[in-house]
């Protein structure tokens, strides 16, 4: 092999390592981005609401026994009254959940934040036949206190309006606080007095509850039927309980989802009554989880962008250095260099630009700035209008391949090994006839 292209080899490899490093520079600026946005989104969850997470809603009924017991001995003994305080905690036999989602941003500067509002309606059933308590000593008697209602929600600063309790025929207002250390925070209604012989009581709760990034409900009655609906587009149903197949429906207009969840398919009653008289809110309950996250935003599509940075420069570099070698021209490595910082600045651009309008124009319009300065470059330094303008819109159909599978969620990795194997093989067969040892002469 000749001097004259080895060198030319050598150098223009140099330079794709070099431009490597000013990639590598836009994407650090990128991921500092990243993590000025999720700072911005926890600031604004801890000034404004967090992920909601529902449970509930739980029976709270006290009782007391009451006894006598026999202290001392012979004629020193004497009958003395106890009693003995306690909690009986019944979960609905049937929970019904229906309710929609709205979506909106909070922004602060150029960072902002997906928030969601649920609109839903709580409704189920309590058998009241369940308030039985048994005695622990032979002559102790049962007396039952004044039962409430308790509805744990992670996060009260996210309630909208004075929800009320339609409790069997009454209407009842809610109280802050669960009564509960298990449930930390929530709200929780007084009920009063009552009565077995009621059977099956009731309720319905019209709640109106802020939150960010995701909605947990915990079913912890005996038949759990839930229904959500939303105009998100992606949503990420998590959790122990996906829904029916049947049931979902995922399209640009949003998603509708149902979940049937029977208290045979999980745990949750039995460690939930186990624990209910822990002091603390630590207990990991199973639920059904969606989230708002956005499954792809301006930071992780600039990222992405760049991971085929080096890709382009090189195949860039690789369309001159074989424009050099069929159409015998001459091109100077400083003009190498100028077009692959032209290439790296695109990114720069891009981000910047996204910020402000959004990933789609940024794009648009950082492209087209970059493709049209290549190709005015190209113009002159090769002299030849048509060259410029074939290679500029060769770059233009590889920006608008990347573009595609930069939005394309699914079939990214897919597109992006079909653009590379496409380009590989365009390149051999141009190639196929040409003389690598030839190429230069002294």
């Known amino acids: 092999m000749q001097k004259p292209f080895l060198y030319k080899s050598l150098g223009i490899l140099a330079l794709i390592l070099l431009m490597s490093l000013a990639l590598g520079y836009v994407n650090d600026l990128i991921l500092e981005r990243q993590s000025r946005q999720a700072n911005v989104e926890s600031n604004i969850a801890k000034s404004s609401t967090e992920a909601q997470t529902f449970t509930g809603p739980i ?20 009958i003395v009254e106890r009693k003995d305080e306690g909690h009986l905690y019944l979960l ?39 308030i039985k308590v048994q005695a622990q000593h032979t002559n102790g008697s049962i007396r039952f206190g004044e039962a409430s209602l308790a509805i744990g929600l992670s996060d009260t600063r996210g309630i909208d309006g004075q929800p009320v309790l339609h409790w069997g025929t009454q209407t009842l207002g809610l109280k802050q606080g669960t009564q509960l250390p298990l449930l930390g925070a929530g709200i929780h209604a007084d009920l009063g007095h009552l009565q077995p012989e009621q059977g099956l009581v009731s309720f319905k709760l019209n709640l109106h509850l802020r939150g960010m990034q995701q909605f947990n409900l915990i079913p912890l009655a005996d038949k759990n039927s839930v229904r959500l609906h939303s105009s998100w587009q992606h949503p990420h149903f998590d959790g122990n309980f996906l829904p029916d197949a049947n049931s979902q429906r995922i399209s640009d207009k949003g998603f509708d989802a149902q979940w ?13 009554l186990s624990s209910l008289n ?5 207990l990991p309950l199973e639920a059904i989880t969606v989230g708002f996250v956005e499954p792809v935003n301006i930071y992780s599509l600039s990222d992405r962008a760049t991971k085929y940075g080096l890709l382009f420069i090189g195949l860039t570099f690789a369309g001159f250095f074989i424009f050099e070698v069929m159409k015998q021209l001459r091109i100077h490595p400083a003009q190498y260099t100028l077009v692959g910082l032209a290439m790296a600045i695109f990114y720069l651009l891009l981000i910047s630009l996204a910020e402000h309008i959004g990933f789609s124009y940024a794009y648009l319009i950082a492209s087209a700035a970059c493709i049209g300065l290549i190709g005015y470059y190209l113009v002159s330094i090769l002299q030849n209008r048509r060259y410029g303008i074939v290679f500029s819109c060769k770059l233009s159909l590889l920006y608008g391949t990347l573009y595609g599978i930069l939005i394309s969620e699914d079939n990214a990795l897919l597109m992006g090994s079909l653009l590379v194997f496409s380009l590989l093989t365009f390149t051999m067969i141009v190639t196929r ?5 030839a190429l230069s002469h002294p």
């Not at 006839?433 to 040892?437: A, D, G």
């Open 433 to 437: 006839k040409v003389n690598w040892y």
């Open 59 to 78: 029976l709270v009924i006290p009782y007391t026994e009451h006894y006598t017991e026999t202290v001392g001995r012979d004629k020193d003994s004497k």
């Open 92 to 130: 609905p036999s049937t929970l019904t959940v229906t309710g929609d989602f709205a979506h909106n941003y909070k922004q602060r500067g150029i960072f902002k934040a997906l928030m969601y509002r649920f609109n839903g309606d709580i409704a189920g059933g309590f058998n009241l036949n369940q």
């Open 278 to 282: 822990r002091t603390s809110a630590n």
């Open 260 to 272: 049937e969840v029977s208290s045979l398919a999980s745990n949750i009653q039995e460690r939930l």
